[in-house]
T-cell receptor, first 116, second 111 residues
Framework: DTGVSQDPRHKITKRGQNVTFRCDPI?????LYWYRQTLGQGPEFLTY????????KSRLLSDRFSAERPKGSFSTLEIQRTEQGDSAMYLC??????????????FGPGTRLLVL | QKEVEQDPGPLSVPEGAIVSLNCTYS??????FMWYRQYSRKGPELLMY??SSGNKEDGRFTAQVDKSSKYISLFIRDSQPSDSATYLC???????????WGAGTKLIIKP
């Protein structure tokens, strides 16, 4: 399967703990996006990378959230000092951005986080 | 007011019916329009992708974009129980590929 993969699929943690999620994009894709989705809502943009550069970060994103894409391939999203309000599905998407062309984002299965 | 409005439903129709799903938006800069399908506890799956105005057909699915009315639609013909899912519209401006999403419409196809 050459789609977007995410690990873990589910994570239960206690409030105050740190968690890290991993996303492996489609191999030739140069853009990688992180979204958060809560029940009954569309995905909410968190941040995105073009290759290894983090180009945009949502103003809604707390300083407790950090993302990396060190070699322009896989990415990690870390949440420090988790809060119950962080409970959500965290989605990763990747796309191939070409100059002058539209792009299509392909999503992974998501990591469902529950903070107790 | 949200940039993209979408009726959350649920929309319940009998198997075989034609389904119409819609989104309205306020930003005239949007040029790229997408429909995603999301099954429970799964990531969104791209169904249709259109640029600017017009229609696009793919099998049982037809996407329509009316930029003058800031209104997009997804039609599903010969609906099947397997089409039961949440359908999300998403759109972006040509200069910024950050997607703006509707909240999703939950569709239920009754056998």
């Amino acid at each position: 399967d050459t789609g977007v993969s995410q690990d873990p699929r589910h994570k239960i943690t206690k409030r105050g703990q740190n968690v890290t999620f991993r996303c492996d994009p489609i191999s030739e894709h140069n853009r990688l996006y992180w979204y958060r989705q809560t029940l009954g809502q569309g995905p909410e943009f968190l941040t995105y990378f073009q290759n290894e550069a983090q180009l945009e970060k949502s103003r809604l994103l707390s300083d407790r959230f950090s993302a990396e894409r060190p070699k322009g391939s896989f990415s990690t999203l870390e949440i420090q000092r988790t809060e119950q309000g962080d409970s959500a599905m965290y989605l990763c998407a990747s796309s191939l951005r070409l100059a002058g062309r539209g792009e299509t984002q392909y999503f992974g299965p998501g990591t469902r986080l529950l903070v107790l | 007011q949200k940039e993209v409005e979408q009726d959350p439903g649920p929309l319940s129709v009998p198997e075989g019916a034609i389904v119409s799903l819609n989104c309205t938006y306020s930003n005239s800069a949007f040029q790229y329009f997408m429909w995603y399908r999301q099954y429970s506890r799964k990531g969104p799956e791209l169904l249709m992708y259109t640029y600017s105005s017009g229609n696009k057909e793919d099998g049982r699915f037809t996407a329509q974009v009316d930029k003058s009315s800031k209104y997009i639609s997804l039609f599903i013909r010969d609906s099947q129980p397997s089409d039961s899912a949440t359908y999300l519209c998403a759109m972006s401006a040509s200069s910024n590929y950050q997607l703006i999403w509707g909240a999703g419409t939950k569709l239920i196809i009754k056998p």
